[in-house]
């Protein structure tokens, strides 16, 4: 491992490392990002169509499914995934209080009510010892999230929803390409997988984009009806739905990542690597601890996190050193004002609650560099001394 730069302070202050660069992605795809725009205003099909079929087809062989069906963005995939699965008023859905708003929003936007269960201080997901004593008569579904890029403990999470007949919808946002330990991926464990393709995300469209992944024939139909506002053909409805297409430009952009996509995630789980190194190399393991990995899964790191003592003083040294950071997620769900109604209290949930108050992200982008990531941990170093 390279050892940490020696700089002078005026030069370390000129460095910038920001936690995200996609002008340095678009750089190397700028031709084939502008052919494929400009195919599709040639073809003049920009809802639906082949380009977002083709796409379809490649992200269900990509993610090892049979169906695959897009949708406008994330939130919209975890709406439609509980719609097709009949969840509403009077129906519980566990899920984190340690994720995203729309986890929980798409649960209580239908009438159903979200229970939380508390996360692993390790992985940051589901602690799926604490869920079956969550589980009521009014249980439907759970949906665990595979947060940062690492999938939720699933087969232990299958046997438990299967002796109890609730459905799993996985919340694979951020983890596309992330494996079990069995092999099989994210999205295609549970009855339906859901997906944002948020131009931030490890594949990231040009604007809003979702997708639904199952293994499951008639929940395939179930959605592509759902997102066409519950209709098979033009102005003929089956059920109420909603307008959740995906566009032709998008599913563009998305194919030519795509293939690129498993090279992207090795690069940041290289990057995760060599920071793990340099901060035990400069002895702050004691101060910071890096992300755990779970024996034999594949992390796709869609964020390095780290817990740190002095968590927003050290986010404020690292904002001034010119490295971009940020906190995901400062208030867990459970405390959220719009899901007071709910009665959680502070100290409920106490993992989540302290990782909100510990954990801070770094730059770990597939096109960072051994100088920047060196440089981060000399600022991390230099804030503890």
């Not at 992200?59 to 439609?80: E, P, Q, T």
């Not at 594949?203 to 098979?232: C, F, P, Q, Y």
């Not at 901060?279 to 992300?291: I, K, N, R, S, Y």
């Not at 560099?369 to 000399?378: K, P």
């Amino acid at each position: 491992m390279t050892a940490i730069v020696a700089q002078t302070n005026s030069e370390k202050m000129k460095m910038k490392v920001p936690l995200l660069d996609l002008h340095a992605q678009y750089e190397t795809l700028r031709e084939e990002m502008r052919a494929a725009v400009d195919r599709v205003f040639e073809e003049q099909a920009f809802i639906l169509g082949s380009e977002v079929a083709e796409l379809e087809q490649e992200l269900a062989s990509y993610s090892k499914v049979r169906h695959a069906i897009g949708c406008a963005n994330g939130s919209d995939a975890l709406l439609l995934a509980l719609m097709a699965l009949g969840i509403g008023a009077g129906d519980e859905v566990i899920t984190t209080p340690y994720s995203f708003f729309a986890t929980a929003s798409a649960i209580a936007r239908l009438g159903a009510r979200p229970v939380f269960v508390d996360i692993n201080p390790q992985t940051y997901n589901i602690e799926v010892g604490k869920i079956e004593a969550a589980i009521t008569e009014r249980t439907r579904a759970l949906i665990p999230v595979h947060l940062y890029g690492q999938c939720a403990e699933m087969q232990a999470i299958e046997e438990l929803c299967a002796r109890r007949g609730i459905q799993i919808i996985e919340d694979a946002a951020q983890a596309i390409g992330a494996d079990e330990a069995d092999g099989r991926r994210a999205g295609g464990m549970g009855a339906i997988g859901c997906f944002s393709f948020y131009p931030s995300k490890n594949l990231g469209a040009a604007g809003d984009a979702g997708m639904l992944t199952t293994n499951d024939d008639k929940l395939a139909e179930s959605l592509r009806i759902l997102r066409v506002h519950g209709g098979e053909r033009r102005y003929y409805h089956k059920v109420i739905g909603l307008n959740s297409r995906l566009d032709a430009l998008q599913a563009a952009v998305l194919r030519v990542k795509l293939p690129r996509l498993d090279e992207w995630s090795d690069a940041r789980a290289r990057n995760a690597t060599r920071y793990t190194q340099l901060l035990t190399d400069a002895g702050l393991t004691e101060q910071v601890t890096p992300p755990f990995v779970r024996p034999g899964v594949r992390h796709i790191y869609h964020q390095y996190v780290i817990r740190a003592d002095r968590r927003d003083a050290l986010l404020e040294h690292l904002k001034q050193h010119g490295v971009g950071t940020d906190i995901y997620y400062p208030v867990p769900l459970h405390m959220q004002e719009c899901f007071g109604y709910l009665g959680y209290a502070a100290g409920d949930l106490p993992e989540a609650e302290r990782a909100a108050r510990e954990t801070l992200a770094l730059p770990v982008y597939p096109e960072l560099t051994a100088e920047q990531q060196e440089y981060v941990v000399d600022v991390i170093r230099g804030f503890y001394s």
